[in-house]
């Protein structure tokens, strides 16, 4: 990632600390050969306003949010044009910018936000340059390191979709490319045209919908990023057994949420975002909960 120099004043971006980098403990994988994260990164969605529109509730604290991610090892850091819509892009600079080393900024392109709670697929190719151009911009970098197509637009020939961004990826405007919310037989269809190396779909301990995608992904080393990785905070607040799983083990139900996704694939990659400090590192601290394979057994039977 390349960063863009500007002259306007930011919040100083926070500093790794010297031997403490607790999301370290996740592991490692590497999107498309070049690109190694650790298994554990941000997703900024939470960070706008109600429906996902606005600017945030509380600016300040969604600038330490960020800020503290990064300062507990996070490096990888997920959004969208479409979330706020721009907002979280222009936070995540804001918070971030100049990004520190080996920092991973993927975002999305392929919606539009009529309003708060809609979401309408536009895979126009002149759409999505468009989008693209804007986030360079509101990102502040020359290159964006992943760039995914938020939905296949059904209104829309694939082929145009995935052309317009492998011509963004011929002009050094996008490093790599990335799908959302797809079937295994889309992902071999745009592989056809494209390198892809991150599929992003909606996959939880309580949703498992995408299981055939998640094995394909591994099978295949490409990242697999589960969005709602905690069910909307839906499975932090399970009780019965759940929660008693969780405190037999000395740890809140987020974490043992997380650790579970850890622990189902090498290629997968949790975003779990919030717009909290305290529920942030309580994210983080998952990394270090291993789980054996009857707990692995035993959460998924809970379903």
């Known amino acids: ?49 109600k429906g996902v529109w606005g600017e945030p509730a509380d600016h300040g604290a969604a ?98 979709q995935i052309g317009a961004l492998v011509e963004l990826q011929r002009a050094g405007k996008i490093r790599h490319i990335g799908l959302s919310e797809v079937k295994v037989e889309q992902i071999e269809t745009v592989r056809r045209m494209a390198s892809v190396v991150s599929v992003q779909n909606k996959y939880n301990l309580a949703e498992r919908g995408s299981e055939k995608v998640l094995d394909y992904c591994t099978r295949q080393e490409i990242a697999f990023i589960p969005w709602y990785p905690l069910d909307t905070g839906k499975l932090p607040k399970s009780g019965g057994p759940f929660g008693r799983v969780a405190k037999g083990l000395g740890a809140t139900p987020a974490q043992v949420a997380l650790a579970w996704l850890l622990g189902k694939s090498p290629m997968m990659l949790p975003i779990a975002g919030t717009s909290k400090v305290a529920h942030l590192e309580e994210n983080i601290a998952a990394t270090a909960l291993r789980l054996d394979k009857e707990t692995m057994e035993t959460l998924e039977a809970l379903q």
């Not at 980098?21 to 939470?46: K, N």
Request: with cysteine; net charge negative.
């Open 1 to 49: 990632m390349t960063q863009v120099e500007s002259t306007t004043a930011f919040a100083p971006p926070a500093k790794r600390l010297e031997g403490a980098a607790p999301a370290a403990a996740g592991g490692t994988l590497t999107l498309g050969g070049d690109l190694t994260v650790r298994r554990m990164g941000f997703g900024s969605m939470q960070l706008t306003g």
């Open 63 to 160: 600038i330490a949010v960020l800020q503290r991610a990064v300062e507990l090892g996070v490096d990888f850091i997920d959004t969208a044009d479409a979330y706020g819509p721009e907002v979280a892009e222009r936070l995540i600079a804001e918070a971030l910018h100049p990004y520190p080393a080996g920092l991973v900024i993927a975002t999305k392109a392929g919606f539009e936000r009529p309003g708060p709670g809609q979401w309408v697929e536009n895979g126009r190719p002149e759409h999505l340059r468009a989008a693209c151009e804007g986030s360079l911009r509101r990102l502040k970098v020359d290159r964006i390191d992943l760039l995914q197509l938020h939905r296949i637009d059904p209104k829309v020939p694939v082929a145009d």
